[in-house]
């Protein structure tokens, strides 16, 4: 929970965004300014402050900027973002392809004069991260941006992290990392839970994490967050490889997979006809490594996570509900998934929980093994979440607490001794149990959506949820159908000859 003092600089800094939206300056746009600018006045802190070296030449570095001016300024600036994004390393990651979009020198002026106001060096490194997740939260929630797509909640990637229990000395990858949620979190959880010696500390900030993501200005955001949190300081290194992840395997391997990917389901690229026409086309990725080739976007996000672990590898996937019961390639890859790895729990998570309206998702935890005849995967246990329970952004978020009955179940010290709560006579209405191998294989399609609670919904006697909760839940059901109607109409046009 952030301190007052760091409420109030989140609140002063973003305050001044909406003065700069009134010219026509975005969120994102915002954001990544004051990214750049940030990253400028501590560089030019630590030299000053502290004695370091500066990473930043000093005819572009922070008080290059603190003199200017008018268009002076303005032009500097631009050269200085131009020159910075052609460097390699930490610093060519942060200002790829940065662009100034402030054109009024007089606000860009003030925004620095905002910044210089601050000791930034000086803030703690929980005070300085928490700001800057506070900014990518507000960001979160402009709906209009669609920046919520990259804002896993906070408290279910807590709740992840938690039972995954990651360990000093492991390699953790996001291949969807967006702003950096479960890098952070599995970071702060081995930071806090161990005494760390000074070898595995470096390790831990320089090594241990790294991520991919395919948005420039996304990724921009997350190398930020993490260098604010104290993460990724080797300036030769950046622990975020600005790239499509599902391309091609990247040649190493993790012990941990954390990733929340992209809710599109089609793999798709954009092009222009002839005559002037916008088109996508569905793009079916083809890898030797996978075990089936499909344009599902979601299906090969869990064969790419599949490859990229170690033997015993272990990884926590959230993925739409269309990924446990969709028949074609998707009953292959659970089939394969089931026979070659630990396919162990499932975790149906509530609607509302999301930035991305109408999604249905879960989590899939399952650990990599070595080739064999038999199925790794023995029995598959699974929480819902989701029946009975209602959730809105804003009127009634999802809490750590409402994720706290499923740590304790999941029982993270020994997960081979679970006990069940759901029993067909005493407790019918119980959210946890077991699925044999034999169960889930002789299931119509392999299909792994499976329920059993009695919705409470359906019942004659039910009352009406909250109206709030009712408007969130018709107004996810709308999006839910309008994301079919894209998919089914980027399909026809993909079919069509351009």
């Not at 490889?241 to 190493?252: E, F, I, N, W, Y």
């Amino acid at each position: 929970m952030t301190t007052p003092s760091t409420s109030t600089i989140v609140q002063r800094v973003w305050n001044y965004c909406n003065v700069l939206r009134d010219d026509g300056v975005s969120y994102g746009d915002y954001l990544e300014q004051l990214t750049y600018l940030l990253f400028l006045k501590m560089d030019y802190e630590r030299s000053q402050l502290l004695g370091e070296t500066g990473a930043i030449p000093p005819e572009y570095n922070w008080a290059s900027l603190r003199t200017l001016e008018g268009p002076e300024l303005e032009g500097h600036y631009r050269n200085t973002l131009t020159e910075l994004g052609h460097r390699r390393g930490l610093i060519g990651c942060i200002f790829r392809k940065a662009q100034n979009k402030i054109q009024d020198p007089a606000k860009l002026r003030r925004l620095i004069d905002l910044i210089d106001g601050e000791t930034w060096t000086g803030l703690g490194v929980d005070v300085k991260g928490a700001i800057y997740e506070g900014l990518l939260e507000k960001h979160a929630q402009d709906v209009k941006s669609g920046a919520g797509q990259y804002f896993t909640p906070r408290p279910l990637i807590k709740a992840i992290v938690e039972v995954m229990r990651p360990k000093p000395g492991i390699t953790i990858v996001d291949p969807a990392a967006g702003t950096g949620g479960f890098l952070l979190a599995a970071y702060n959880h081995i930071l806090t839970r161990y005494e760390l010696d000074r070898e595995q500390k470096r390790f831990l900030e320089n090594e241990a994490l790294h991520g991919w993501e395919i948005v420039n200005e996304t990724a921009r955001l997350c190398i930020m967050n993490l260098y604010l949190h104290g993460i990724g300081h080797d300036l030769d290194r950046c622990p975020i490889h600005v790239a499509d992840s599902l391309a091609k395997h990247p040649g190493q391997y993790f012990e941990m997979v954390l990733t929340n990917p992209p809710f599109g389901k089609k793999s798709s690229v954009t092009y222009v006809t002839d005559e002037g026409e916008i088109r996508r086309e569905s793009q079916t990725i083809v890898r030797d490594d996978f075990w089936v080739s499909t344009s599902n976007k979601q299906l090969n996000f869990v064969q790419h996570v599949f490859t990229l672990l170690k033997q015993h590898g272990r990884a926590a996937v959230v993925v739409p509900d269309n990924v446990l019961f969709e028949g074609g390639a998707g009953e292959v890859v659970r089939r394969r998934l089931l026979q070659q790895a630990d396919v162990h729990t499932l975790l149906r998570l509530p609607t509302g929980i999301f930035y991305a309206q109408g999604v249905k998702a879960n989590v899939l935890f399952f650990d990599r093994k070595p080739a064999r005849k038999e199925p790794w995967t023995r029995e598959l246990w699974v929480y819902d979440l989701r029946t009975n329970k209602h959730f809105t952004l804003k009127q009634s978020p999802l809490t750590f607490d409402d994720l706290s009955e499923f740590i304790e179940l999941y029982n993270p010290e020994n997960r081979h001794a679970r006990k069940p709560t759901w029993d067909p006579e005493e407790n019918p209405q119980g959210r946890w149990r077991a699925f044999t191998y034999d169960e889930l294989i002789g299931r119509d399609k392999v299909n792994l959506d499976i329920f059993w609670l009695r919705d409470e919904s359906l019942e004659e006697t039910a009352s009406l949820p909250d109206p709030d909760v009712l408007a969130q839940e018709i107004v996810e059901d709308l999006e839910a159908v309008l994301e079919q109607i894209r998919a089914v109409a980027n399909g026809i046009g993909s079919d069509q000859e351009p």
